[in-house]
């Protein structure tokens, strides 16, 4: 079994600043990509941010300069700094990774429960 846990969501003023984490666990030969999504109230989910398990890191335009993606040496845990929050950053953020669970297996998508994100105007 492998499992996404996310933490560091809550509450902040515009301009302010949050560090979300995800922790990888289980059975996991290798994650090839992690990523952050968000789902707005009564928005589709929209990727934020991704990053590849060589370091190659790929951003939405509307967080471009303002969120950083990162993963730890072992990179089994993910990061994502965000700075200078705005109101329309409001959304539950979750956690995503490709994950092959044993050698000569293929990658499936896992997903984490989710952490709110608010940002007061």
């Known amino acids: 079994q492998v499992q996404l846990v996310e933490s560091g969501g809550g509450l902040v003023q515009a301009g302010g600043s949050l560090r979300l984490s995800c922790a990888a666990s289980g059975n996991i030969f290798r994650i090839n990509v992690m990523g952050w999504y968000r789902q707005a109230p009564g928005k589709q989910r929209e990727l934020v941010a991704a990053i590849t398990s060589d370091g190659i890191t790929n951003y939405a335009d509307s967080v471009k300069g303002r969120f950083t993606i990162s993963r730890d040496s072992a990179g089994n845990t993910m990061y994502l700094q965000m700075n200078s929050l705005k109101p329309e950053d409001t959304a539950v953020y979750y956690c995503?990774?490709?994950?092959?669970?044993?050698?000569?297996?293929?990658?499936?998508?896992?997903w984490g429960l989710g952490t709110q994100v608010t940002v007061s105007s």
């Open positions: 995503h990774a490709i994950i092959r669970p044993a050698v000569g297996s293929r990658g499936g998508d896992y």
